[in-house]
């Protein structure tokens, strides 16, 4: 079944980076594009952009804009999101989620990876 | 701008719930999703293209709507149903909003 596993849990002081990966199983993982979604402790659900894995594109939401970058490692079908000058505010748990099929970049998520949680703390 | 209502739901099971996501702007080809959350779970998608049922999905949930008001509807709740639900668009560009969420509680 397709499939979306993340690395583990992260505590980076603030000003840090963090780099965030994402395997994909269960489907050709070119064939897919590959999103990343936030949520803060008790908040809800954030964009954060999107990756075209097979040519490697990316498209950020504006909020992060110089501050990520999103990666993909055709040989291992993983995707990495790494984020730099961390924050208080970055605390949150980042999902990865697989979005539309050849050249769309879909109009929705499924399914979602099992959620990486980052704490930004001194 | 995605506005849900009510924020808190409280139902029993066997009610009906009627979930509400409103645009600020009309959603372009109704491209409007909706997904629960359970705690400590990821989102799962639920229902895409405002109507559509999602690969799984038991058929007592349903989507409607068009434009900028669309609705979400779970007939005879069971237990596991009891989670929050967001709805989400897009926008192209691309860009994708949620909004704030709606907790289904029971009653």
């Known amino acids: 079944q397709v499939q979306l596993m993340q690395s583990g849990a992260e505590v980076k002081e603030p000003g840090a980076s963090v780099r965030i990966s994402c395997k994909a199983s269960g489907y050709t993982f070119t064939h897919y594009y590959i999103h990343w979604v936030r949520q803060a402790p008790g908040q809800g659900l954030e964009w954060m952009g999107i990756i075209n894995v097979k040519a490697g594109s990316t498209s950020y939401a504006e909020k992060f804009q110089g501050r990520i970058t999103m990666t993909r490692d055709t040989s291992t079908d993983t995707v990495y999101m790494d984020l730099s000058s961390l924050r208080s505010e970055d605390t949150a748990v980042y999902y990865c989620?697989?979005?539309?099929?050849?050249?769309?970049?879909?109009?929705?998520?499924?399914?979602w990876g099992q959620g990486t949680l980052v704490i930004v703390s001194s | 701008v995605l506005t849900q209502s009510p924020d808190t739901l409280s139902l029993s099971p066997g009610e009906r719930a009627t979930l509400s996501c409103r645009a600020s702007h009309s959603v372009n080809y109704n491209y409007l999703a909706w997904y629960q959350q359970k705690p400590g779970q990821a989102p799962r998608l639920l229902i895409f293209?405002?109507?559509s049922r999602a690969t799984g999905i038991p058929d007592r949930f349903s989507g409607s709507g068009s434009g900028t008001d669309f609705t979400l509807t779970i007939n005879r709740l069971e237990p596991e149903d009891f989670a929050m639900y967001y709805c989400q668009q897009f926008d192209g560009s691309p860009r994708y909003t949620f909004g704030r969420g709606t907790k289904l509680e029971i009653k």
């Open positions: 293209g405002a109507s």
């Open positions: 989620a697989r979005g539309g099929e050849g050249s769309a970049w879909g109009e929705w998520f499924d399914p």
